[in-house]
């Protein structure tokens, strides 16, 4: 399934396809139907992390036995403030926001009754959303299992996770669906079965010696048997949606990847085919049951009994179970191959990979992500190409700065010029996308870095318990690019000595 030559790729990963050239646009050049948007999570920025009901999340735990203070108890007070920030959406302009309900916070313990407060803030907060003419994207799992489900049974490596997730999905179906219609089940797949059950680096923090620092777990196959579970959970809500809720709700599901543009370090044939085992391996985990009903073959390959194998029945229903992909791109990598490693007797997925891939699961530098959206354009096609040209929503994309930077967040905007002129040229040149959600609308408790590194349009001093919101240069660009269609992305004037309060 991955036959394109690597040559093709390279040249597309680089940006000199002819067809795709990173040209100014301006907003009405999108086709009718695309959504522009910004994205945040409910451990992020929700806080209220002990009241109304809530229990924690294998999030909380990780973020306390991690940063030790602080952690995201607070974060941005969005649980109480959310109208505030909805109206800072709607003078933004955007046309849609994603974000992910709280399993703790709507279902306590993981299955069995609902917590009324929950239930109502959610109800709340998606009916303030619709009446200011802004789609809500919802995400049901993103990096925040209920701990209490992680205590029982071991989260995401028991198969019982799939009934407890199909029962959270169907209780958001029943009291939301009415007016979500766009569901994604599971936030970065890939990263969070690598990084949480191989290397240890996201919660659960589930890893084994020499592949990480772990209390417990198994780097060697639990990665593999998270991986299988979700897709056999993402399935299983796809196919309850579509039997009970698709006729009348209309709404789409779907399944968020992280991704990134795999470049060889160097011309040799060596890192030439470790680059293409890391896009099979990284990116064809997922999509390839999604799209063909099965593992891709040199998975099978080099994981061997390691990666569990899916019956027929299984097959079926994970073939063609999504009706888009959620994509999150931010920069791309350099690949080299690691001799000899698939020939260790112990080998964990990154090793199965034949390259290390610590850089990309480490993003504790602080440094500000460059600028490259030839990267995503390169992935963009190699989907395209590998996978029947699915509909993607860019979920997230954007720019790092540090905690202490000024909102005259320059570097944030040319990042964001970047990637949303090469998004307007993929389409042209065929990539079916639909969306493209800038990561974040605000400052909030990053996953990696905590309070230190910053994404958002508004900025939040979380020092201060006012927590009070700052418009950012950034936000003030995107807002007049939303907003203004003759407007070209690089056309709009901004004075740097405003102060965007």
């Known amino acids: 399934m991955w036959g394109i030559s690597f040559s093709l790729f390279a040249l597309m990963s680089f940006g000199l396809v002819g067809a795709i050239v990173c040209k100014n646009v301006i907003r009405a050049d999108f086709p009718a139907g695309f959504v522009f948007g910004a994205g945040s999570s409910a451990y992020q920025t929700e806080g209220a992390a002990n009241q109304d009901g809530r229990t924690p999340s294998i999030w909380d735990t990780f973020a306390h036995a991690r940063y030790i203070k602080p952690s995201a108890d607070i974060a941005c007070d969005g649980y109480h403030r ?96 009415d007016r979500v219609k766009h569901w994604t089940t599971i936030n970065e797949a890939n990263v969070f079965a690598m990084g949480g059950y191989g290397s240890g680096q996201v919660p659960p923090q589930r890893c084994s010696h020499p592949f990480g620092d772990c209390s417990k777990g198994n780097s060697t196959t639990e990665p593999y048997i998270a991986a299988h579970i979700m897709l056999l959970a993402h399935a299983s809500v796809y196919r309850l949606y579509e039997k009970n809720y698709k006729d009348k709700q209309r709404g789409f599901i779907g399944l968020n990847l992280l991704s990134f543009s795999f470049v060889p370090l160097t011309d040799s044939s060596d890192d030439e085919i470790a680059t293409e085992r890391a896009n099979v391996l990284f990116i064809g985990w997922f999509l390839n049951p999604l799209v063909f009903g099965d593992y891709p073959v040199l998975m099978k390959k080099n994981a061997g009994s390691r990666l569990p194998a899916f019956t027929v029945q299984e097959s079926e229903s994970i073939r063609s179970s999504f009706d888009f992909l959620g994509l999150n791109y931010y920069f791309e990598m350099n690949v080299t191959k690691i001799p000899n490693v698939l020939q260790l007797e112990e080998r964990d997925v990154a090793a199965d990979m034949g390259i290390q891939l610590e850089n990309v699961l480490n993003f504790t530098s602080r440094s500000e992500y460059p600028i490259a959206p030839w990267g995503l354009t390169g992935v963009l096609e190699y989907i395209k190409q590998h996978y029947n040209n699915p509909l993607i929503y860019i979920h997230e994309n954007g720019q790092r700065t540090q905690r202490n930077s000024t909102l005259e967040d320059w570097p944030r905007i040319e990042y964001l010029q970047a990637y949303i002129r090469c998004v307007i040229d993929n389409i042209r040149n065929g990539s079916n996308l639909k969306g493209y959600f800038a990561w974040s609308f605000m400052d909030s408790f990053e996953l990696f870095d905590g309070y230190e590194a910053r994404f958002g349009f508004y900025y939040i001093n979380f020092d201060d318990p006012e927590l009070k919101r700052r418009r950012k240069l950034s936000a003030h660009w995107y807002s007049h690019f939303l907003k203004r269609e003759n407007i070209t992305l690089d056309g709009i004037v901004l004075s740097p000595s405003r102060d965007y309060i």
């Open 82 to 177: 959310y109208k505030e920030d909805i109206q800072l959406m709607v003078e933004t302009g955007l046309d849609a926001y994603r974000f992910s309900i709280s399993w703790s916070r709507l279902i306590p313990n993981g299955r069995g009754p609902i917590n009324p407060k929950g239930l109502q803030y959610y109800n709340n907060f998606i009916n303030e959303l619709v009446s200011h003419g802004i789609q809500p994207h919802v995400t049901l799992h993103h990096f925040d299992l209920p701990q209490v489900l992680e205590d029982q049974y071991g989260g995401w490596v028991s198969r019982k996770i799939v009934k407890d997730f199909m029962k959270y999905a169907d209780v958001c179906f029943r009291e939301f669906g």
